[in-house]
């Protein structure tokens, strides 16, 4: 066998395979004396077929496999010998006139190759990473909205400002008919209000649909229809009033604080805020570190530049996916995806560069933190080391698990290597200022 390679351009290449007769004959032989074995040919007892009816019926066969088999191993082998770092897989060109009656074959294949390229971190614009705080106004209404969660509901005759109503939300021609329950931080401006407050059980209103809420999204809810329809839907609904409560806000005591941490965890109203500006904060850095992670992503896809082989690629694309795709649907798959290719390799390069891993004992660490956070979730505070280390082994079991936390862990190291490396600028800001801005 030998294996020859002729590089096109920095980009592409073309390999050459040549497969001679003493390559695949001992073991095309040996299997079709182990058919002769077995064989069920009518007119002949089994084990005694002649080997060259043997071959008539199954020679061909035996031979494309085992040179197919032979074909692919020696160019995996080639690949990795070589180092050479390619793309997709390689494509054998169309070959029409393969005769399999001949004692050699040649074969050959297109290789899409690597760019190399180098990146720089440091961006001439230093790049936003968001600190996010919680406001005083956030961590009161958060107070607030705990206060009214763990209350108790008192049933009244009249609707007053900051009443929970219940009632059926009806239109006949848009077939809406739901029970739902209104309060008036939901309404915009204050008619709908107006036309709310004082009326009593069995009262009907009359709501316009246009402006009815402060956010549209939210007659998906109350009225039950489709997101589409929620955009610009101005008609009238009545809605009759069928249950008033008012909501008695539970008192700050231990009761209250142990039901939301656990035993001792939280002991006054002080410490009460503290907890919730530390959690609220913890979960505003999550967001702020994606956005970091996003913006780093999108500048280094921008600023990294180099050349692909879009040729090759997108004849890879064509029979690469589960379903076959034609030179125009492949050419717009390689327009969708090429800026994803761009940070893989960036990526890739990254990692491979500055030597980033993930090792089984990084893997065991930070799914027993996830497992914590989950089980915390469902109020078990303090689950013991036996435990974490039991629930963390069952999900390594699964290769899928594994492999999905594996590229979290990455992502997370990838970001920690990010914010030493980058050029940023730390900005603080309120969550609603984050979102108006970091979402604009």
């Known amino acids: 066998m030998n294996i020859t390679r002729e590089n096109i351009d920095a980009l592409n290449a073309v390999v050459k395979v040549d497969i001679a007769k003493e390559d695949y004959s001992d073991k095309v032989e040996k299997i079709l004396t182990d058919y002769k074995k077995t064989a069920n040919i009518p007119g002949f007892r089994k084990g005694h077929v002649p080997m060259?009816?043997?071959?008539?019926?199954?020679?061909?066969?035996?031979?494309?496999?085992?040179?197919?088999?032979?074909?692919?191993?020696?160019?995996?082998?080639?690949?990795?010998?070589?180092?050479?770092?390619v793309?997709?897989?390689?494509?054998?060109?169309?070959?029409?006139?393969?005769?399999?009656?001949?004692?050699?074959?040649?074969?050959?294949?297109?290789?899409?190759?690597?760019?190399?390229?180098?990146?720089?971190?440091?961006?001439?614009?230093?790049?936003?990473?968001?600190?996010?705080?919680?406001?005083?106004?956030?961590?009161?209404?958060q107070v607030e909205n705990i206060q009214k969660q763990y209350g108790k509901l008192i049933s009244k005759d009249e609707v007053a400002k900051g009443d929970e109503v219940t009632g059926i939300f009806k239109n006949e021609e848009k077939e809406i008919e739901?029970?739902?329950?209104?309060?008036?931080?939901?309404?915009?401006?204050?008619?709908?209000?107006?036309?709310?407050?004082?009326?009593?059980?069995?009262d009907v209103i009359t709501f316009k649909t246009k402006g009815l809420f402060s956010d549209n999204h939210d007659l998906m809810h109350f009225l039950k229809v489709t997101h589409d329809d929620a955009h610009g839907l101005d008609i009238e609904v009545t809605f009759t009033v069928s249950e008033i409560n008012t909501r008695e806000l539970a008192d700050l005591d231990q009761e209250l604080f142990d039901k939301l941490f656990g035993k001792g965890t939280v002991t006054s109203g002080t410490e009460l805020k503290d907890k919730?500006?530390?959690?609220?904060?913890?979960?505003?850095?999550?967001?702020?570190?994606?956005?970091?992670?996003?913006?780093?992503?999108?500048?280094?896809?921008?600023?990294?530049?180099?050349?692909?082989?879009?040729?090759?690629?997108?004849?890879?694309?064509?029979?690469?996916?589960?379903q076959p795709m034609d030179e125009m649907q492949a050419k717009e798959e390689y327009e969708k995806s090429e800026k994803g290719i761009r940070y893989q390799l960036i990526e890739g390069k990254v990692i491979n560069d500055n030597a980033i891993k993930v090792d089984f004992e990084d893997l065991k660490a930070f799914s027993r933190d996830m497992i914590k956070v989950q089980m915390a979730q469902f109020g078990q505070m303090n689950p013991s080391d036996e435990e974490l280390d039991n629930i963390a082994a069952r999900v390594l079991s699964n290769q899928e698990e594994v492999k999905r936390l594996s590229e979290q862990l990455m992502s997370q190291k990838l970001l920690e290597f990010y914010k030493g490396k980058a050029n940023l600028k730390v900005k603080e800001m309120s969550y609603d200022k984050f979102i108006k801005e970091a979402y604009k």
Do not use: R
């Open 178 to 202: 739901n029970t739902a329950t209104l309060t008036f931080d939901k309404l915009k401006g204050t008619a709908n209000a107006k036309k709310l407050t004082g009326s009593k059980v069995g």
């Open 52 to 85: 060259g009816m043997v071959k008539k019926q199954y020679g061909k066969a035996v031979l494309v496999d085992e040179v197919n088999k032979l074909l692919q191993d020696a160019l995996g082998k080639y690949l990795v010998e070589e180092k050479l770092d």
């Open 276 to 322: 919730i500006k530390v959690d609220s904060e913890k979960q505003f850095e999550q967001q702020a570190d994606q956005k970091l992670l996003n913006d780093i992503t999108e500048n280094l896809v921008e600023t990294t530049k180099f050349d692909l082989p879009a040729e090759f690629l997108q004849k890879w694309m064509q029979t690469a996916g589960e």
């Open 87 to 141: 793309l997709g897989n390689p494509l054998p060109k169309a070959q029409d006139d393969l005769d399999w009656d001949s004692d050699s074959f040649t074969f050959e294949f297109d290789l899409g190759l690597a760019p190399e390229f180098e990146v720089n971190l440091k961006s001439k614009k230093p790049i936003t990473h968001y600190k996010i705080v919680a406001s005083d106004k956030m961590i009161k209404e």
